[in-house]
């Protein structure tokens, strides 16, 4: 626990170590401007329509993208989108993994 002083002599106590640990780690957890695209550029990006994009934003999809919501744009962070994409396909062949060992009687 560290002390300080304002102007007026008031001592505040504080865990400033805490602070700075917190914000350190928010910042090393925030968006990279460099990775955030928009959904055409995604759509290019995974060569899939634009309306692919759009309809794995939307509430009712199974398998939502995750995506960023700035009123009416959306936008996207490259590296949690790949990082989605390799979660999926690791769930996806898993699934039909089980799905061929349960029609081939095993």
Known sequence: MV????RKGIHMAGNFEHTKRTEQSAASTLVQAEDIITPEELAA???VPDSWVY??????????????????YVRFDWTAVATWLSYTALIFSGLSMNQTRSSSGQ
């Not at 002390?3 to 304002?6: E, K, R, T, Y």
């Not at 309809?55 to 009416?72: A, M, S, V």
């Open 3 to 6: 002390a300080a002083s304002n």
């Open 45 to 47: 990006r995974l060569k």
């Open 55 to 72: 309809e794995k934003t939307r509430g009712r999809c199974r398998n939502l993208i995750p995506c960023l919501r700035l009123g009416r």
